[in-house]
């Protein structure tokens, strides 16, 4: 399976259309190397634009669940955040 992870571009150079060239890349290499899925990762659903741009190439919409780690230090820094912000 190949995974993409972030793929961008400059705005400057939109007008090129870079990210279309990267993906098309991306999912002729994987299909020379016979893999069987290409996942375009995770996009928000109220980014439509990014949601028709991937469904362009034929990705379909999957859930799936993501696993994170959130440091002591992050919590601390989001409660102090949260106290802060009520005075």
Same mark, same amino acid.
């Given at each position: 399976? *190949?995974?993409f992870w972030i793929n961008a571009s400059l705005p400057e150079f939109w007008k090129h259309r870079p990210n279309d060239y990267l993906y098309?890349?991306?999912i002729k290499w994987a299909y020379s190397q016979n893999l069987d899925y290409v996942n375009f990762g995770s996009t928000p659903e109220n980014n =439509?634009? *990014?949601i028709r741009f991937k469904q362009s190439f034929g990705a379909e919409k999957k859930y799936y669940s993501i $696993?994170? $780690?959130h440091s002591f230090f992050l919590k *601390? =820094?989001?409660k102090l955040n949260k106290f802060f912000n009520k005075q």
């Amino acid at each position: 399976n *190949l995974i993409f992870w972030i793929n961008a571009s400059l705005p400057e150079f939109w007008k090129h259309r870079p990210n279309d060239y990267l993906y098309w890349h991306q999912i002729k290499w994987a299909y020379s190397q016979n893999l069987d899925y290409v996942n375009f990762g995770s996009t928000p659903e109220n980014n =439509k634009e *990014l949601i028709r741009f991937k469904q362009s190439f034929g990705a379909e919409k999957k859930y799936y669940s993501i $696993y994170v $780690y959130h440091s002591f230090f992050l919590k *601390l =820094k989001q409660k102090l955040n949260k106290f802060f912000n009520k005075q």
